[in-house]
Nanobody, 115 residues
Framework: VQLVESGGGLVQPGGSLRLSCAAS????????LRWYRQAPGKERELVAT????????TYADSVKGRFTISRDNTKNTVYLQMNSLKPEDTAVYSC?????????WGQGTQVTVSS
């Protein structure tokens, strides 16, 4: 099982980024995938979740209406579209899944929102 995030970078407030989480070793269509983030000095925060049913998505209140989680089963990849970014969205973003009670994480991708 492997998760590889990409798409982070430096963006101005109000801008957009799309993060990707490429999975291998398991089908993303069959498992719950999550995006977390952790800012310096803060606890890790669950940002978004997508269930086995594509319509089953949940978001942290802090990102609701601005972020969208989605999945492309043909590419075995999960995405996080982030719009209207704010400086407080600055963090390392990681994707996660749990298979047979084992948590798997990617290496994370840095998102910095700054002018």
């Amino acid at each position: 099982v492997q998760l590889v995030e990409s798409g982070g970078g430096l963006v101005q407030p109000g801008g957009s980024l799309r993060l990707s989480c490429a999975a291998s070793g398991f089908p993303v269509s069959s498992y719950i995938l999550r995006w977390y983030r952790q800012a310096p000095g803060k606890e890790r925060e669950l940002v978004a979740t997508i269930g086995v049913s594509v319509s089953s998505t949940t978001y942290a209140d802090s990102v609701k209406g601005r972020f969208t989680i989605s999945r492309d089963n043909t590419k075995n990849t999960v995405y996080l579209q982030m719009n209207s970014l704010k400086p407080e969205d600055t963090a390392v973003y990681s994707c996660n899944t749990r298979i047979f009670l084992t948590n798997y994480w990617g290496q994370g991708t840095q998102v910095t929102v700054s002018s």
